[in-house]
Nanobody, 124 residues
């Protein structure tokens, strides 16, 4: 298990940008696949983006392709989510997750460690 702490959320106008960060504890961060999920009020938590343990493979939900970029710095035990061209429908609590696999998994049930979430609000 790793401990995860997200930061970087906030209020932004439509068309703006934010960068979320997720800092992980532990010495084995580079062996974990990492993902970002989000949950809007009244909706289920959904997959947003994932990155493999080594950083060579990424996956995105269709609605954010071309706008969001996931990356990781294994030397800093941190994963990032760069969000550009934000839309009101991106408003949600964003969660970072870690899983004991090397792939960029899009499956929520594979992730065993979760952060506390960070609020992203996009105004129109």
């Amino acid at each position: 298990q790793v401990q995860l702490v997200e930061s970087g959320g906030g209020l932004v106008q439509a068309g703006g940008s934010l960068r979320l960060s997720c800092a992980a504890s532990g010495r084995t961060f580079s062996t974990y696949g990492m993902g970002w999920f989000r949950q809007a009020p009244g909706k289920e938590r959904e997959f947003v983006a994932a990155i493999s343990a080594g950083g060579s493979t990424t996956n995105y939900v269709n609605s954010v392709k071309g706008r969001f970029t996931i990356s990781r710095d294994n030397a800093k035990n941190t994963v990032y989510l760069q969000m550009n061209s934000l839309k009101p429908e991106d408003t949600a609590v964003y969660y970072c997750a870690a899983g004991l696999f090397t792939i960029a998994s899009m499956r929520r049930d594979g992730y065993g460690s979760w952060g506390q979430g960070t609020q992203v609000t996009v105004s129109s």
